[in-house]
């Protein structure tokens, strides 16, 4: 009795059809072009959703390998405002830990500014993908007027610091202190960002920043707990309930 040879069957790969198969197809039978139109605009919108996706993939993995950025700046000055004093990480530190690690998967940042005479700066970070696709994160602030600046260097701050915002909350960053000495039941800290918006909104209302913790019973802005921002915000906004101190 003569066996048989048996051959499994080879997996064969599917082919995956696209708006630009359908296309293609369509050209070779001379459809209408209303319907060549349609499956234009179907392989427009396909190839959108592709690049979104990897968009989203990259910023992923990238984000999964970014740490938490060192704080390597030291602000501490008084003025007849009161005394301000925090950390932060400066722009060549935030882009010094993520501008690798970007790179490595296909992301870049770019900024737009605009300084019209007389109005906010807005600074926009734009969050693009080899790919094609982008994201934008636009914040817009008041010239830093503070201290001896002259006008450019009133806009040079503001724009160093929106660039450094928008950069960070694009990316979604963190940033942290080499050490943290405070005592566990004092609540987690507002972050340097809130630091930042707490002094702008005060500077906005002429108030003192050491007013501010008199009223908190801390001894820098630094130390304002996570539970008491809201409030703090809500003081500042109302002006009677922060005054400046009365002479004696």
């Known amino acids: 009795m003569n066996e048989v040879e048996t051959i499994a069957p080879t997996s064969m790969p599917v082919p995956v059809t696209t708006p630009m198969t ?3 197809g369509a050209l070779e039978r001379g459809m209408a ?3 060549i139109k349609q499956l234009m605009d179907l392989q427009e919108r396909w190839e959108a959703t592709q690049a979104r996706k990897a968009f ?3 910023m992923a993995a990238a984000k999964a390998e970014i740490p938490v950025i060192f704080k390597n700046r030291t602000v501490d000055f008084t003025s007849a405002k009161g005394r301000t004093n925090y950390k932060h990480e400066d722009l060549a530190e935030v882009a010094r830990t993520v501008n690798p690690i970007l790179a490595k998967h296909g992301l870049s940042y770019r900024f737009r500014t605009k300084s019209p005479v007389g109005e906010p700066i807005s600074v926009t970070c734009v969050v693009s993908h080899r790919d094609g696709f982008f ?6 602030a008041g010239r830093d007027e503070t201290g001896n600046k002259n006008s450019i260097q009133a806009i040079g701050s503001t724009l160093t610091y929106l660039q450094r915002m ?3 909350a694009a990316l979604g960053l963190a940033a942290s202190d080499d050490d943290d000495g405070r005592a566990a039941d004092a609540g987690e800290p507002i972050t340097t960002e809130q630091q930042a918006t ?3 909104a005060l500077e906005a209302k002429g108030r003192p920043v050491q007013k501010l913790c008199e009223v908190f019973n801390i001894e820098k802005l630094s130390d304002l707990p996570q539970r008491s921002y ?3 915000l809500e003081k500042i906004a109302n002006a009677k309930s922060i005054k400046p101190q009365e002479p004696s």
Do not use: Q, S, V
């Open 198 to 200: 707490i002094i702008l």
């Open 33 to 35: 072009p209303e319907m």
């Open 230 to 232: 809201k409030a703090a």
């Open 135 to 140: 994201e934008e994160n636009e914040l817009i």
């Open 166 to 168: 928008t950069l960070k």
């Open 22 to 24: 359908l296309l293609a």
């Open 56 to 58: 989203d993939n990259a």
